[in-house]
Structures are given as C-alpha cells and as structure tokens.
Antibody, heavy 124, light 107 residues
Framework: EVQLLESGGGLVQPGGSLRLSCAAS????????MSWVRQAPGKGLEWVSS????????YYADSVKGHFTISRDNSKNTLYLQMDSLRAGDTAVYSC?????????????????WGQGTLVTVSS | EIVLTQSPATLSLSPGERATLSCRAS??????LAWYQQKPGQAPRLLIY???NRATGIPARFSGSGSGTDFTLTISSLEPEDFAVYHC?????????FGGGTKVEIK
C-alpha cells in the first residue's frame, strides 16, 4: 500500500522558515515524480511545486518561486519542501502527492495518492 | 495561467440521483484534465484523469467526458459516500491549476 506521511508544519512568524518532509513507502520512490499542493483554510487547492523522479527537474508556482525549494532524497524515500521568507498568504495545509508516472510520461502530473497534509500557519 | 471554472458551486441532490458537474477552461487543455473527490478532513482522491480514464479502484458510476475547454464529471446514481467536494485540475500548461470546486450535498 502506498503511504505518504508529511511532517514539519507548525506556527512560524512572517519572514521565518520551515522545512516540510514527506516520507513515502509502498512504491519505488525514484520512479515517480512528486509534488506539493496546498489548501488555505476554506479555499481551493493550489499546486505549489513538482520534482522529477531523479530530482534533476523542478517546477514552481509563481507565488513561491524564489522562496520555496523542492528536493528529494531517493535513498531515504523522502520528499522535502524548504520554505523561506514565509508570509501570511502561505498559511495552508501542505500535502505531498505522488504522480502516476515520471517526466516526461503523460501521467506525471496527475496526483494519486495524496498525504493527509501538515498545517503551516504564518502569523506573528 | 489557465483558469478552471467549476459549476455549479453547490449541487443539492438526493441519493440515487444523477449528478452532472462542469469544469470550463479559459483556453484549450486538450484532454489533459482530471477530477478529484475530497471529503471533509480527508485528502483528495483521484477519480478521473485524461478527461475520461477512471483511476484504479474508482467505481463505474463515475465517468468523465469532454475535451478542449468543456468537461463534465457524471455520477450516474449518487451513493451516500459520494457527497463531497469535487475538484478539476489541468496539466496542459504550467502552472498546474485547479478549479474552485463543486460541493455535492444531500438535498
């Protein structure tokens, strides 16, 4: 069974940093692209960032480009999101999601399954 | 950025009824559209990808159709567990985008 377990969320002041982790199991981690998607309280889903199975190719939403960094450690089956210069608008539940395939395969940007998410609150 | 507009925002139906949900893209996404189901307090679950392909384990009562800019998710006969929020997503262009969601509630 595929399992994704996020950790690292919490309360942080504006301008602060957090690193989220997503521990994956139940599949060959390096064979799949992975992504982060967030959902602000009471709002819809917003794609944040994606990374290829090798880790060499990354993509970012304009809203986080330059202050979030996605990475992965295939030896540890773990996905990361380094979040710097956090602002109130970054407050959300952050979920990691496994893609159906890896780039440039067609299923690489369909997300299945998703983790339960970790809450990040940016507030003073 | 491709904007996805879902309608209606809320759909009030009874178990056993047919649900028809719409997702319209601001420009063509070909067939690169997916649908997800999200229940309160749960992670989204992939239902349909590439407009009409059911994901693994998804019941046959869920079907997707459309191409270009207009897409439909149909639930042929609502089961009690189908009352949830449904999101569409496109992967035609970066950035990946989601619609605002349609809530299917019990009438």
């Amino acid at each position: 069974e595929v399992q994704l377990l996020e950790s690292g969320g919490g309360l942080v002041q504006p301008g602060g940093s957090l690193r989220l982790s997503c521990a994956a199991s139940g599949f060959t981690f390096s064979n799949y692209a992975m992504s982060w998607v967030r959902q602000a309280p009471g709002k819809g889903l917003e794609w944040v960032s994606s990374i290829s199975g090798s880790g060499y190719t990354t993509y970012y939403a304009d809203s986080v480009k330059g202050h979030f960094t996605i990475s992965r450690d295939n030896s540890k089956n773990t996905l990361y999101l380094q979040m710097d210069s956090l602002r109130a608008g970054d407050t959300a539940v952050y979920s990691c999601a496994k893609s159906l395939g890896d780039y440039p395969q067609g299923g690489s940007n369909w997300f299945d399954p998703w983790g339960q998410g970790t809450l990040v609150t940016v507030s003073s | 950025e491709i904007v996805l507009t879902q309608s209606p925002a809320t759909l009030s139906l009874s178990p056993g009824e047919r649900a028809t949900l719409s997702c319209r893209a601001s420009q063509s996404v070909s067939y690169f559209l997916a649908w997800y189901q999200q229940k309160p307090g749960q992670a989204p679950r992939l239902l349909i990808y590439d407009a009409s392909n059911r994901a693994t384990g998804i019941p046959a009562r869920f079907s997707g159709s459309g191409s270009g800019t207009d897409f439909t998710l149909t639930i042929s006969s609502l089961e009690p567990e189908d009352f949830a929020v449904y999101h569409c997503q496109q992967r035609s262009n970066w950035p990946l985008t989601f619609g605002g969601g349609t809530k299917v509630e019990i009438k």
